[in-house]
Structure formats: structure tokens, C-alpha cells
């Protein structure tokens, strides 16, 4: 078994090497969910995060680099604060590969890297009940945010009309905020301080426009598409808002990002209000568009409740899963 590194940004062939691992393993593990896209895969792979500098390996037999065996994607936090921790965005091995060391091979690799540089611990996202799981645990990996997809499905059966929002206004944004309203957007992000974060090593950084403008932009160069519904008041504060990714334009999914209010606003329906305005615009700009998947951690219980007001359902359980090197 042969472990590559990828250079960044890796060619089309390594690209469609892959989204084939990827697909496989979808199909074998999550059938009841649409296969990857290749715009989202190669925009992952692409375009380099924000948050950190990414680290890319396949691995494959006989020395091919084509990656047909597995794939493993690293992200070493750059941000201050978070240089001590790491985020495992993907170790995937495809089905027919499995039982013969790929994977242990490929943790192994990234190991050492995490090690090489410092790090103290990494966290990956795992859908509970899986081969991810299992193999995580006997690594070594601990469940530190127990979570859940939630998904809703376009065209509701029943529509839910949004709340009156009386005091407030909704405004909808296409790509970046507008640089007016950058601030009061960015001091509303400072809001998900107080969300779930269960025992994660990661820790929250300071919103500022220029943060917030740069990571919505790399939504923006990967090729996908991102919507901000925002409850606004007259005095110019963003009292709420809710954010929602297309990763492929062209596609039928999409993946609700933060919904937040504001403490001082809570209270007035208003997550509800931005969320089940965002569903119906989002509806209305991509007739293709056929299901919102969203994150909820356990014990945010308000959020949990206003998903079900809106016709989201549990779909499958998930875990921030975490280990201390």
C-alpha cells in the first residue's frame, strides 16, 4: 500500500480519482442520500480554506497514485488560538478496499503530520452507526458533541408561511453581505458564542467583516452558491439571520450554516421567521432544488424546536469525534 501526498491544487485526474473513492463509499454507506458533485468535491479540494492550510493523501496499490483505495484530507488550523488543533475533513476507503489496512495506513500518515507540527489533538465529523465510527473508536476517537442531521424537503407538503416579524425587517443577500452591512452582520455572527460546543479543543474566533467577507468568499470560489436572510431593525442591527449553501448550483441540495439570534432578540419567532423565509426564496431561485440538510447538536433544544415547526426531520444521527495525541 502506497500513501501519496497531493500537491495543491491537484489535477483533474486526481479530482475525478477522488470523487470515485467518495461516490463509492456513499453509495455503500449512505445510499439514501444523492451522490457527491464533482463541483463540490473539486471546489473542496481546490480551493484552499480560510481556517488553515489543508494536507491531501491518497492511497493506492502496486504505487499508483490514482488514489482508487482511499483518500484523506487534513485541515491544519492557521487561525490564533487554534494552531494547537486540527480538523479531519475526510479518511474515506472505498468498499472494496476495506479490511486491508487502507485506512489504519492513512491515519497513520496523518498522524504523523499532526505530530510533525504540533498538534495536540484533532476532531473529525462521523456519522454515528457507521464504518466511521467504528474505525474512529478503536483509533482512539471519542464522541465530544453528539449531533444530528435534520433535512427538509422541497416542495413541502404543507408550505409553512414565516412568522410577522413586526419591528423587524427580512432582507436576502446573494454571495457577500453588502460592505454596509458587514459590521452589524459580522456582530451578529459573535452571537454563536454561546452555542453548543460540547468538549472541542477548537475555539471560536472573533467575527469581523474582513473574516466574514473571506469565508463566504471561498464559498463563492468553489463554485457554489450562498443566500443570508437577515431580520434587520430600523436602528441598522441584524437581529437575526440564517445562511444557506448550494456546494453545486445545478444540484438538488443544499446545507443550512448558522442560524442565529441575537440574546436581546430572542423571543419574537425570529429564527423561525428568517428560516422559513430562506426556505421559500432558496425554493424560488432553484426550482431544482429538492432538500435542506442542516447540524443540530443535542442539547440545543431551542433550535431543535423551531427545525420541527418547520417541517424538518431527524435524519441521522452524527458526532464531532475527537482525540488528544
Do not use: C
Not at 98 to 126: I, N, P, Q
Amino acid at each position: 500500500m502506497m500513501i501519496h501526498s497531493l500537491a495543491l491544487p491537484p489535477s483533474d485526474t486526481e479530482v475525478d480519482a477522488w470523487l470515485a473513492v467518495l461516490t463509492a463509499a456513499a453509495a455503500a454507506d449512505l445510499p439514501q442520500l444523492p451522490p457527491p458533485s464533482r463541483v463540490e468535491v473539486a471546489g473542496r479540494l481546490r480551493v484552499t480554506p480560510v481556517r488553515g492550510r489543508p494536507v491531501l493523501w491518497t492511497a493506492g496499490e502496486n504505487g499508483s497514485r490514482d488514489g482508487g483505495d482511499g483518500v484523506a484530507g487534513l485541515l491544519l488550523f492557521t487561525e490564533e488560538g487554534n494552531t494547537h488543533t486540527a480538523f479531519l475533513d475526510v479518511l474515506t476507503v472505498r468498499p472494496g478496499a476495506r479490511r486491508r489496512g487502507v485506512g489504519t495506513a492513512l491515519w497513520e500518515r496523518v498522524r504523523e503530520e499532526l505530530l510533525a507540527h504540533g498538534r495536540t489533538s484533532v476532531a473529525a465529523m462521523l456519522d454515528l452507526g457507521g464504518p466511521g465510527q467504528a474505525f474512529a473508536e478503536a483509533m482512539g476517537f471519542e464522541n465530544v458533541l453528539p449531533m444530528a442531521w435534520y433535512t427538509r424537503e422541497l416542495p413541502a407538503d404543507v408550505p409553512v408561511p414565516a412568522p410577522a416579524t413586526p419591528g423587524y425587517e427580512l432582507l436576502t443577500w446573494h454571495g457577500l453581505v453588502p460592505a454596509a452591512w458587514a459590521p452589524a452582520a459580522a456582530a451578529a455572527h459573535a452571537a454563536m458564542e454561546d452555542a453548543p460546543t460540547g468538549d472541542m479543543d477548537e475555539r471560536i474566533q472573533t467575527w469581523t467583516p474582513e473574516r466574514l467577507h473571506a469565508l463566504q468568499q471561498v464559498v463563492l470560489d468553489r463554485g457554489g452558491e450562498m443566500i443570508t436572510v437577515a431580520a434587520v431593525t430600523p436602528g441598522g442591527e441584524v437581529a437575526a439571520y440564517t445562511e444557506i449553501v448550494l456546494p453545486d448550483p445545478e444540484g438538488t441540495s443544499a446545507v443550512q450554516y448558522d442560524t442565529v439570534v441575537v440574546p436581546a432578540h430572542r423571543g419574537h419567532g425570529l429564527g423561525r421567521a428568517v428560516k422559513a423565509h430562506m426556505a421559500a426564496q432558496a425554493a424560488a431561485r432553484h426550482p431544482r432544488l429538492r432538500r435542506i440538510a442542516t447540524t443540530v447538536a443535542d442539547e440545543n433544544g431551542p433550535m431543535r424546536a423551531v427545525n420541527e415547526a418547520l417541517g424538518y426531520r431527524r435524519e441521522r444521527g452524527v458526532g464531532i469525534y475527537q482525540i488528544k495525541l
